[in-house]
């Protein structure tokens, strides 16, 4: 066994790792702009410190940490062009994948998802928002995946894994989960009904209205967050 097979992290504990980091920064246990140290997350997370700098740097390319000279990591902050710059490239893309997915709907995979957000969350819970989000992704990315492009539904799940930090900023101010679960009912049937202008209109309806929550969120008085 090579010096650096004995010293690397198995890829399943890395992996590990990168979601255990991931779920603690996209709820804002670790906020915008915090140093990290390997040492403190290797502590907090119960990981070694090489699954953890391996983990640094996977979230690193994502874009949720940023490595900064003689401070280590720090978590990436969340500013206005972020926001317009992620939700612009949904509206350009999400509608169209709906327009597509009319007449496809695959009941059995989207109903359960729209069941799980039909729940909500509760405001207080970070783990209970991030649930929500979970369901609220997969069900975007199904209805991606039902208009018969993959490449499509990646760049999307891409946009999504994005937008869900600061959708549970938004979230913390304004619980919009019963109207997005309404929303996804309401997209439901539209696919059923093969109408694909009604679909995309939905669609864009929605993330035009998660837009203007995270926007609200973060620039409103009761906003503790430097943007």
Known sequence: MSVISRIEPSQNLTEQAVQALR????????????AVSE???SERL????????????????????TAVPRRGWVVSVVTIRDIHEVF??????????????????????????????????????ADS??????????????VAEL?????????????????TRMLVLGLATRDRSLEMAHEHG??????????PDEAARIMHEQISASRDM??????????TLVV
């Open 23 to 34: 779920r603690e920064i996209v709820a804002c246990r670790l906020n915008p702009g915090e």
């Open 129 to 142: 928002a991030l649930d929500f989000l979970d369901a609220n992704r997969q069900f975007h990315v199904t």
């Open 147 to 163: 208009a018969g492009n993959q490449r499509l539904a990646r760049q999307i799940g891409r946009l999504l894994d994005e937008s």
């Open 88 to 125: 612009d490239l949904r509206l350009m893309l999400e509608p169209e994948a709906a327009r597509r997915a009319a007449g496809h709907a695959d009941l059995e995979r989207l109903t359960p998802l729209n069941d799980i957000c039909a729940r909500g969350h509760r405001p207080d819970d």
């Open 39 to 41: 040492a403190l997350i």
């Open 186 to 195: 309401a997209l439901i049937r539209a696919l059923l009904a093969h109408a």
């Open 46 to 65: 119960s990981f070694g410190r090489a699954a953890i700098r391996a983990a640094l740097a996977r979230l690193g390319e994502e874009g949720l940490v």
């Open 214 to 223: 995270v926007l609200s969120a973060l620039t409103g008085p009761r906003s």
